[in-house]
């Protein structure tokens, strides 16, 4: 009997645990939120720019930016140029997007290991989208300069 008082017990406080981390993010796992921003679409890559307007003179770090995972395709297919570059780039296909969505958060770099969302894990966190508000584009694909 007393075994299985203690078992609820752990039961309870691991319940309780994971009803309190579901709550608040931690740095992992956001809540739903509005975005606006960039969003610079290329193959393998996929970075949005939180909060920017205009399209990035420089190519950003993706360090510093999120990998912007949006699903839902069809929506965007009239926005898409079937180009995938000249053979010296990748081109980017750049979108100012408002959106419903939720980041989640991934360690950065450090010497031992790599972290990160997106293809390599190259950046810092992903957003997914999960309600498109509106896109449009912000000029034809280009390259960015090595």
Request: a positive charge; charged letters at 20%.
């Amino acid at each position: 009997m007393v075994t299985l008082a203690m078992n609820l017990t752990r039961i309870s406080v691991i319940a309780l645990g994971l009803a309190l981390s579901s709550c608040s993010d931690g740095g992992f796992n956001g809540r739903t939120q509005q975005f606006s921003g960039v969003w610079l679409h290329e193959f393998e890559g996929s970075t949005f720019v939180d909060g920017a307007t205009k399209v990035p003179t420089e190519r950003p770090d993706p360090r510093k930016t999120d990998y912007l995972e949006w699903r839902d395709w069809p929506r965007l297919e009239a926005l898409m140029e079937t180009s995938r570059g000249n053979g010296n780039c990748y081109t980017v296909q750049p979108f100012l997007v408002t959106f419903s969505g939720r980041r989640t958060h991934y360690p950065l770099y450090s010497e031992k290991r790599l972290g990160g969302a997106g293809h390599l894990g190259l950046w810092r966190s992903k957003v997914t989208v999960q309600r498109p508000i509106s896109a449009k584009r912000l000029g034809p694909s280009f390259c960015y300069e090595r």
